[in-house]
């Protein structure tokens, strides 16, 4: 069974351009958050998704940032004309969903702004 | 506000001590739980205490948690060098606020 998967585990970008991440849940998850992490500090939540809808975005940034998890395919977190200040590692977890809400996480995306 | 406060930032004990961390929230919880993050990857759950339980075990980790001081401690018995890491509290609240609020987390270095 395999884990959460991201793609990709680096990205470098200039600042103006568009930055795609994916995220593939677990088996079985049809719940999706993704967070960011600046360097030395904790996960920052910014948007939890379930097929085809955005259930709380309370953590994204307004201008920029949007997430999207199809009927198929992975979970994708855009942002677009990416400043230097979005470089961070993005993480991306799953879950079933249950009262308990054990995430599970993919290994992050290093996002790097040039 | 922010909630998962982790204290100390940093911990550097000898292999073989405890390592004690602390976490301390702000609202209500419906669970409190611990993950670990090895330098440059993601993050592995470790355990799950409710927030009508006192006290959990598994295996080298005991937590607690004192839902009045709103606060947790995470315990890792007898350290080993590949408990070298960072480790995260993370407050789930629940009731539609579905993402977990982590603190800055305790960098744990275990001296061999």
């Known amino acids: 069974n395999a884990g959460v998967m991201q793609n990709p585990r680096h990205l470098v970008r200039r600042r103006g351009q568009e930055a795609r991440l994916r995220c593939s849940p677990m088996k079985g998850h049809s719940h999706v958050y993704w967070y960011r992490q600046l360097p030395e500090e904790g996960l920052k939540f910014m948007v939890y998704?379930?097929?085809?809808?955005?259930?709380?975005e309370s953590g994204m940034p307004k201008e920029r940032f949007s997430a999207e998890f199809p009927k198929e395919g992975p979970s994708i977190l855009r942002i677009q004309q990416v400043v230097r200040g979005d470089s961070a590692a993005y993480f991306c977890?799953?879950?079933?969903?249950?009262?308990?809400?054990?995430?599970?996480f993919g290994a992050g995306t290093r996002l790097s702004v040039l | 506000s922010q909630q998962g406060e982790e204290d100390p930032q940093a911990l550097s004990i000898q292999e073989g001590e405890n390592a004690t961390m602390n976490c301390s929230y702000k609202t209500s919880i419906n669970n409190l739980q611990w993950y670990r993050q090895n330098s440059g990857r993601g993050l592995v759950h470790l355990i799950l205490?409710?927030?009508?339980?006192r006290e959990k075990h598994s295996g080298r980790l005991r937590v607690t948690l004192d839902t009045s001081k709103k606060s947790s401690s995470l315990l890792i018995t007898a350290s080993r060098a590949a408990d070298t890491a960072s480790y995260f509290c993370?407050?789930?609240?629940?009731?539609?606020?579905?993402?977990?609020?982590f603190g800055k987390g305790t960098h744990l270095i275990i001296q061999p």
């Open positions: 977890a799953s879950s079933t969903g249950t009262s308990k809400n054990i995430q599970y």
């Open positions: 993370a407050a789930y609240s629940g009731g539609g606020a579905d993402g977990l609020t």
């Open positions: 205490i409710r927030s009508n339980e």
């Open positions: 998704l379930q097929k085809e809808n955005i259930i709380d």
